[in-house]
């Protein structure tokens, strides 16, 4: 992250260690300077809060393994999915203690996700 164009940008790190190799990227940034993206946790990925210097790792709903991070507002809310269930969380953005809480969202009437091929 490069806070102005004067300044060198900000390694923001990764959540663990990735395999077969350490990944995050960024896809966010609200006017507090907090990011939120994805980072490789073993062989998953899962969605990032940063804020402060210091990268949370968002979770997944019960059951699913992996998450991902993609918008992040000014009044705490992250916009996102877990595994193919959208999301949202909900994080303080005045106590960096508190864990963000996550909740899925409701799938329109209609929708199918998409099917693996087998």
Excluded: C
Aim: cysteine-free.
């Amino acid at each position: 992250m490069w806070p102005n164009k004067d300044t060198e940008a900000i390694d923001l790190g990764f959540l663990g260690q990735g395999i077969p190799l350490n990944y995050s990227e960024a896809y966010g940034v609200n006017d507090l300077s907090h990011v939120v993206g994805n980072s490789a946790i073993g062989s998953f990925i899962h969605g990032f809060l940063w804020r402060s210097g210091q990268m949370t790792d968002l979770g997944a709903l019960s059951g699913q393994v992996a998450s991902e991070a993609r918008a992040i507002n000014n009044t705490g809310l992250i916009a996102g999915k877990s595994n193919i269930s959208p999301v949202v969380w909900e994080y303080d953005i005045a106590n960096p203690n508190r864990a963000p809480r996550i909740q899925q969202l409701p799938i329109p009437a209609g929708f199918s996700p998409p099917r693996l091929p087998l």
